[in-house]
Structure formats: structure tokens, C-alpha cells
């Protein structure tokens, strides 16, 4: 069975810097890796996913992640945090069964 | 095009009752999957179905839940004699075909058991 492992429950960056929310996963056979993000009273929204390929994954709003298999992680970065990019950020892994998330990461922008 | 629709947005009960709650996938997914979320985590799996059948229900907490999917397309999560324990948010998603295909998500349904 595979497993998501996200740090740091509560992420705060200023507006105009660095985003990384870090994301480990355990898998016993190749995975497919998600990140959704939740916007308050609104549904998952797919950010971005890899799935074979290119390691690195450019997603919607200028989000990205690499799929590092030796380090087992799909950490989320974007270059500029913006404000309208304060939610909650979700990574998700699925092998050959069900889908599993991770608790979660609120991410908090100051201005 | 439409999204997927879960209804109602919000329901509350009482301990002991029975509720069923409503999902209406995209238009032509086959896959379909509820999800519980609690405060503070990620969406827990329930269940995912292939069509009309349960292809995965290993999810399910116990034998008060089940879903069913009689057409293929809504799906109707039922919870019978409720408890507190089981007040969360309940996710349903579809995909076109399988569990690797991108998931889209509904607003949930809150339920609140008192």
C-alpha cells in the first residue's frame, strides 16, 4: 500500500516569495503523484500530476514539482507567492488501488 | 461543461438516523469515488466504483455504509444508524476512466450528526 507523508501542517511565505511545501510518499510499485489545492468552501482542484516521464511537472498558476524517486518526494514550489494563492495543498499518491492523501498544508501569504 | 455536483451541501441529523447523500459525476466518467474528510486531514478513500459496480470498497468503515451506482452514473452513499464519529465532510469525485486518470472533486456534503 502506498502512503503520503506531507511537512508542515501550516506553511506562511510573504507575498512575492518562495513557495515549498514538501511532500514524501512510500510506494512499493511506481506511483502516480497529485497535488490538489482547496480553496475555502470549494472543492479539490487539480494543480498538477506526474505520471511517467518528465520528472518535473508544471501545473496551473504557475505551481510546479519534481518526481524525485531517490528521495521519494514531490515537493510543490512556485517562484512568486501571490495572495490569491493562500488555500489548502493536498499531495496525493495512487499505485494499482486507491488513492491516498496527506493532511494537508495551509499555506498562509502576508502581504 | 458541468462539474460534479454532490447534494445536499449540508445535512444535519440525529444520532441513530439513517442519510443518503447524493452524487452526480461528470457526464460520461465511469469511475466514480467517495471520500470522507475530517477537520484538519486529508480526504480518506471510501469507495470507487467502475461503472455500476464497486470495484473497491475496502474504504468503507464499517457495515453501516454503503453505495450503490445503479446506472452508472449518480451514486448514493448511504449511512444508516449515523453516530457522532461519522460527522465529516463526504467528497465524491469522477474520472474519465480509471484511478490513474486525473479525479475531479465536488463541494462535499457536510454532515453534521448531533
Known amino acids: 500500500a502506498q502512503s503520503v507523508t506531507q511537512l508542515g501542517s501550516h506553511v506562511s511565505v510573504s507575498e512575492g516569495a518562495l513557495v515549498l511545501l514538501r511532500c514524501n510518499y512510500s510506494?512499493?510499485?511506481?506511483?502516480?503523484l497529485f497535488w490538489y489545492v482547496q480553496y475555502p468552501n470549494q472543492g479539490l482542484q487539480l494543480l498538477l500530476k506526474?505520471?511517467?516521464?518528465?520528472?518535473l511537472v508544471k501545473g496551473i498558476n504557475g505551481f510546479e514539482a519534481e518526481f524525485k524517486k531517490s528521495e521519494t518526494s514531490f515537493h510543490l514550489t512556485k517562484p512568486s507567492a501571490h495572495m490569491s494563492d493562500a488555500a489548502e495543498y493536498f499531495c496525493?499518491?495512487?499505485?494499482?488501488?486507491?488513492?491516498?492523501f496527506g493532511a494537508g498544508t495551509r499555506l498562509t501569504v502576508k502581504p | 461543461g458541468a462539474g460534479v455536483s454532490q447534494t445536499p451541501s449540508n445535512k444535519v441529523t440525529e444520532k441513530g438516523k439513517y442519510v443518503e447523500l447524493r452524487c452526480d459525476p461528470i457526464?460520461?466518467?465511469?469511475?466514480l469515488y467517495w471520500y470522507r474528510q475530517s477537520l484538519g486531514q486529508g480526504p480518506e478513500f471510501l469507495i470507487y466504483f467502475q461503472g455500476t459496480g464497486a470495484a473497491d470498497d475496502s474504504g468503507l468503515p464499517n457495515d453501516r455504509f454503503f453505495a450503490v451506482r445503479p446506472e452508472g452514473s449518480v451514486s448514493t452513499l448511504k449511512i444508516q444508524r449515523t453516530e457522532r464519529g461519522d460527522s465529516a465532510v463526504y467528497l465524491c469525485a469522477s474520472s474519465q476512466t480509471g484511478r490513474t486518470d486525473t479525479q475531479y472533486f465536488g463541494p462535499g456534503t457536510r454532515l453534521t450528526v448531533l
Open positions: 496525493a499518491v495512487t499505485a494499482d488501488n486507491d488513492m491516498r
Open positions: 510506494s512499493s510499485v511506481p506511483p502516480y
Open positions: 506526474y505520471t511517467t516521464g518528465a520528472t
Open positions: 457526464s460520461g466518467h465511469t469511475a
